[in-house]
């Protein structure tokens, strides 16, 4: 099973950068897309962007696009993402996610039910 490690999170202020890295034990991911979700307090996790195995293709949810970049680094078992001119909004609890490898595996899903594994989360917290 692969297991996932995320780390970057931290306190900043409105108009900074942070990059999230996601760490994968096995070593490989199946070949298929990638995720970053998110969740704030209160609130159910969302969907924030995934990446296909290639990293050719990419999907943002529409609060985060033109801020956020998806990127992986399959040789290293890594996937990243870089978050810039962050907003209060943008505080919550940041997960990665991978899926079970299949024959539709490497298709973009924004739906939480279609990750078999996730870590533990990283909290990034965005004061104004």
């Known amino acids: 099973q692969v297991q996932l490690v995320e780390s970057g999170g931290g306190l900043v202020q409105a108009g900074d950068s942070l990059r999230l890295s996601c760490a994968a034990s096995?070593?490989?991911?199946?070949?298929?897309?990638m995720a970053w979700f998110r969740q704030a307090p209160g609130k159910e996790r969302e969907f924030v962007a995934a990446i296909s195995w290639s990293g050719h293709s990419t999907y943002y949810t529409g609060s985060v696009k033109g801020r956020f970049t998806i990127s992986r680094d399959n040789a290293e078992n890594k996937v990243y993402l870089l978050m810039n001119n962050l907003k209060p909004e943008d505080s919550a609890i940041y997960y990665c996610?991978?899926?079970?490898?299949?024959?539709?595996?490497?298709?973009?899903?924004?739906?939480?039910?279609?990750?078999?594994?996730w870590g533990q989360g990283t909290q990034v917290t965005v004061s104004s």
């Open positions: 096995a070593r490989t991911f199946g070949r298929c897309s």
């Open positions: 996610a991978s899926r079970k490898y299949d024959s539709n595996c490497d298709y973009l899903t924004t739906a939480n039910r279609d990750y078999d594994n």
